[in-house]
């Protein structure tokens, strides 16, 4: 048991919580307002401000994704190669309607998704990727993901090129219906931007796709570049965070994958190209750039998520670790 494990079990006990019980540090942040209250003052940030990473030149912002004016004030000017967004997915996350995961009517999504829509386009490279988690509530007839799935049609300079699916091992369900275990990537294009192939770390044993080259009869494993498996865009081999990894931050619901973003950016970025998300939430992208040698721009609405984003980068540069698994982000409310 590490220092932080401990720290995490006597902070169950001061609680009067079972140590061996798997409790967070932090109760869902977007549940939990007085909570968000508590950590409010020991943000760095407030609304309309930007921090300037003085090590890679990194950039957090609180601020509005709608906002044209704020997009252009953290850009700087400065266009992005890749930028990806996960924004609210209009759905009631837990069957529960919060400020941060809230659902409103479809109109008014849409219309919140056309702007930052926009000013993305406006920020993005001549030649750039965009990709875009985006969900499906299947107790409401599937939207967004059809409605917004239009709706970027009406952006002519972005070229769809494809639909990922991320396959969760977490599901959840019912026993009256199919266990729902997937998570939705759009991805567009802009342009006719590089894209770098890479691997999984699945081994490639898979014998069959036989096929005649120059003659001589090969199967699939004699004919692959790679001891690995390419990935399509179905991924099986990423595991979503949960509270018992240490990329886990505590507090946020349905944070993105580590490994989907380096998958992201190893394909579809050069080294020292500029990487920007509208929606920063945990800090996945801006982690994940910063382990990739990337320059990344982020920002939220919320000041706790950006505080939380700025301390995830400040953790993994001191320690190494990618989150805080049981410890707490916010160790002064402990005090």
């Known amino acids: ?87 609210p997915y209009n759905i009631a996350v837990g069957s529960r309607n919060t400020n941060n995961l809230s659902k409103m009517k479809l109109a008014d999504y849409l219309a919140f998704s056309k702007k930052w829509v926009e000013n993305s386009c406006a920020v993005m490279a001549d030649n750039a990727h965009f990709y875009i988690w985006i969900g499906a509530d299947q107790k409401d007839n599937f939207q967004p993901l059809p409605d917004f799935m239009i709706l970027m049609r009406d952006f002519g300079s972005l070229k769809p090129r494809s639909l990922i699916t991320l396959r969760n091992q977490r599901g959840y369900g019912t026993q009256k219906n199919w266990m729902w275990v997937r998570q939705e990537l759009l991805y567009y294009v ?92 945990s800090g996945t992208t801006l982690l994940a750039a910063e382990k990739m040698g990337r320059k990344a721009y982020t920002f939220d609405i919320d000041p706790v998520f950006a505080e939380l984003t700025i301390r995830r980068l400040e953790r993994y540069r001191l320690t190494g670790k990618m989150g805080w698994q049981w410890s707490n982000p916010f160790p002064e409310l402990e005090l």
């Not at 061996?20 to 940030?45: F, N, S, T, Y």
Request: net charge positive.
């Open 1 to 87: 048991m590490n220092s932080d494990d401990v720290k995490s079990e006597e902070v169950k006990k001061n609680r009067g919580l079972d140590p061996g019980k798997a409790v967070e540090a932090l109760k869902r942040l977007d549940h939990d307002q007085d909570l968000k209250k508590m950590i409010r003052p020991h943000c760095r940030l407030n609304p309309g401000e930007i921090w300037e990473d003085p090590v890679r030149g990194h950039r957090v912002g609180v601020l509005d994704a709608a906002s044209l004016e704020d997009v252009e004030r953290i850009m700087g000017g400065k266009k992005a190669e890749l930028l990806i967004h996960d924004p």
């Open 190 to 281: 802009k342009g006719k931007p590089q894209f770098r192939v890479v691997y999984t770390d699945i081994p490639k044993v898979l014998k069959g796709y036989y096929k005649t080259v120059r003659g001589v009869r090969k199967e699939n494993v004699e004919r692959s570049k790679s001891a690995t498996i390419r990935p399509g865009n179905v991924w099986i081999d990423i595991q979503q965070v949960f509270y018992r990894m240490e990329e886990n931050v505590p507090g946020c619901y349905a944070q993105k994958p580590i490994k989907a973003l380096e998958r992201i950016i190893g394909a579809s970025s050069r080294e020292e190209s500029l990487v920007a998300d509208f929606f920063a939430h």
